[in-house]
């Protein structure tokens, strides 16, 4: 095994998603044969070799600090489930 | 010949000739879209009224001597691409009701240039699938026999092209996502260099792999279509700087002396037989033509897959973190509090292969694993960039099948995410490189499905590939073959 259900719990809590017991049964087998897959990875020699994060910039994009406009409170708003007044309205985080 | 069934190029003839209106163009792809939209499910949202407006605007524009690139050409978009006022949904439930307050810079580009948008096009959820399959908003079904799969991610827009539901389309490319629905769907995409498109209101996937590119019914449309969209955007700080060529000006070069890099890794056991065969054929016309054929290696080929299913959810995990039901798009109303609501709005809102994906990613990013996957992933996707660096020494571009097997059935890989990825074993290198890739139709399996040609080239070298696709198109008469191929097969039964 690559991955028990009991990682799997663990990283699906850091991943802010829940599974139903049969869902969980299903997603542990089907990750075990992905990561079993990424094993022949293991069989590539790669000392020394730079981990390559990105396609192809090699520099940094630097711009002025200027300020700019952006979307008014309003619309930004707008695609919110619950806005109120100029907030984003969420459950009760503290009791 | 209906107006839907013609190109770009010789739409905008007849409307610089007077022939027809922007207008008549719009009624013949509606009519079209009305005829076989209910088989093909192309779309998930259509848009007609804004499109009568944008042609009325086109016509005006044309009757005042002003036509531009686009000027009243009816396009699909794939709806992964933010539109002003009409929702994009990118596939899934937890956008379903997402209305963007501004426009990709793409979709900006196209309506500058004239163009009609259509609609917006069906895909896998969040671009993660490789049939169209993983929509929150049932399948699209492959206009050459509708119990087959149109591909993916794209699905939508290439079976909307097709189908001639639209005159072309844009689509994004993470890892074939544009180039496998091209061949599975008997039309041209291309995956421009990581850098050349902007990527500034395209809902993202994997940052350091996506790209937006174009589906046309030919060549010459894929070169008219990279001249509006490719270029530097100041609001996208991976995009590039640097000049843009007029891809048209490659279309009629030829290909006398070019150096065509065929890697053996690339012709192997487990493809269909006549992909292979049909493959073979197209790379003997082309050294017919004058190209000179190189045999060479790219020997990290077979871990591609791999580095590509821990890269891309990885940083997919981290991108889809955004949607937490808070600021837009589905929130649950089950929540106990805070935390619970997050949970509950994501797993009602995702769908299974976007949960396996975050699931992976997360996992590949966590602590005591982080070295062991995401690190040597990062570093065999080095290695495989250093394998094309190498080839390109030997040759100009690359040619190989586009995908190991023509369009497969609905449902047949839906139980089995290992072998769904395998549909994208040839197209996932050149987004680990960042070079340009093209998909060219190149004949039709004894069934009638379509085959793609796959051309890689290097870093910001489109128009070689434009080169190499148009003189290919050109040389096998294929518009006229895929021409009498769709009377033929293409009956929506």
């Given at each position: 095994m690559k991955i028990t259900r009991t990682e799997v719990a663990h990283v699906a809590h850091l991943a802010r998603l829940t599974f139903r017991e049969e869902e969980m049964e299903k997603f542990t087998s089907q990750l075990n044969d992905i990561l079993l897959y990424m094993d022949k990875l293991n069989s590539v020699d790669t000392t020394g070799v730079e981990p390559m994060t990105h396609a192809?910039?090699?520099y940094n994009a630097f711009r002025e600090d200027v300020v700019k406009p952006s979307l008014a409170n309003e619309q930004s708003l707008a695609n919110a489930p619950d806005p109120r007044g100029e907030f984003f309205r969420v459950p009760k985080v503290i009791e | 010949m209906e107006l839907y069934s013609l190109t770009i190029h010789e739409?905008?003839?007849?409307?610089?000739?007077?022939?027809v209106t922007a207008a008549d163009i719009l009624d013949s792809v509606y009519q079209r879209i009305d005829q076989v939209e209910d088989k093909v499910h192309a779309y998930i949202t259509l848009m007609k009224e804004a499109a009568q407006a944008q042609a009325a605007a086109a016509d005006t524009a044309i009757r005042n001597g002003d036509i531009k690139a686009l000027t009243g050409i009816p396009?699909?978009?794939?709806?992964?691409?933010?539109?002003?006022?009409?929702?994009?949904?990118?596939?899934?439930?937890?956008?379903?009701?997402f209305v963007p307050p501004y426009d990709a810079t793409v979709v900006e580009k196209l309506r500058a240039s004239g163009a009609v948008f259509t609609g917006k096009a069906n895909m896998d959820e969040f671009a993660m699938g490789s049939s169209t399959e993983t929509s929150s908003f049932g399948v699209t079904r492959n206009p050459w026999d509708l119990t087959r799969i149109p591909g993916g991610s794209s699905g939508g827009s290439a079976a909307a092209v097709a189908a001639d539901e639209c005159i072309a389309a844009l689509g994004s490319d993470t890892g074939g996502s544009i180039r496998q629905p091209a061949a599975l769907c008997?039309?041209?995409g291309m995956k421009p260099t990581y850098g050349r498109v902007s990527r500034f209101g395209l809902v993202a996937f994997a940052s350091s792999l996506d790209q937006i590119g174009p589906f046309t019914k030919d060549v010459e449309d894929c070169a008219i279509l990279m001249n509006v969209i490719a270029g530097y955007d100041p609001r996208e700080s991976t995009s590039v700087n640097i000049e843009v060529p007029d891809y048209r000006s490659f279309l009629s070069r030829g290909i006398e002396g070019l150096r065509i890099g065929i890697p053996r890794e690339y012709f192997i056991e487990g493809i269909d037989p006549e992909i292979l065969a049909s493959v073979r054929q197209a790379i003997a016309v082309l050294e017919k033509a004058g190209a000179k054929c190189v045999d060479?290696?790219?020997p990290h080929t077979e871990y591609c897959l791999a580095v590509y299913y821990i890269v891309a959810p990885a940083e997919a995990s981290s991108n889809l973190a955004r949607y937490d039901g808070v600021k837009y798009g589905f929130r649950?109303?089950?929540g106990r509090d805070l935390l619970d609501m997050y949970k509950q709005s994501r797993s009602a809102g995702f769908g299974d292969e976007v949960k396996r994906r975050i699931i992976i990613g997360t996992y590949v990013l966590s602590s005591g694993y982080y070295d062991a996957y995401y690190k040597k992933a990062s570093q065999v996707r080095a290695l495989i960039r250093r394998d094309f660096d190498e080839a390109f020494k030997k040759c100009d571009i690359i040619a190989t099948p586009t995908s190991p097997t023509a369009a497969f059935r609905i449902g047949e890989k839906t139980d089995d995410p290992m072998q769904m990825y395998l549909s994208d074993i040839f197209t996932i290198s050149a987004?680990?490189?960042?070079?340009?890739?093209?998909s060219i139709p190149c004949g039709f399996t004894g069934d009638g499905l379509p085959i793609g040609l796959q051309f890689l080239g290097g870093h910001f070298q489109e128009g070689t590939l434009i080169q190499a696709a148009a003189a290919y198109e050109k040389t096998a008469g294929m518009s006229a073959l895929?021409?009498?191929?769709k009377q033929a097969k293409m009956n929506f039964a």
């Open positions: 192809t910039v090699l | 739409l905008q003839e007849k409307l610089r000739a007077g022939e396009i699909a978009l794939k709806d992964i691409c933010c539109t002003q006022g009409f929702t994009t949904t990118c596939g899934s439930r937890i956008l379903h009701n008997g039309i041209v060479i290696s790219l649950s109303q089950e987004n680990m490189a960042g070079i340009p890739g093209i895929i021409a009498r191929q």
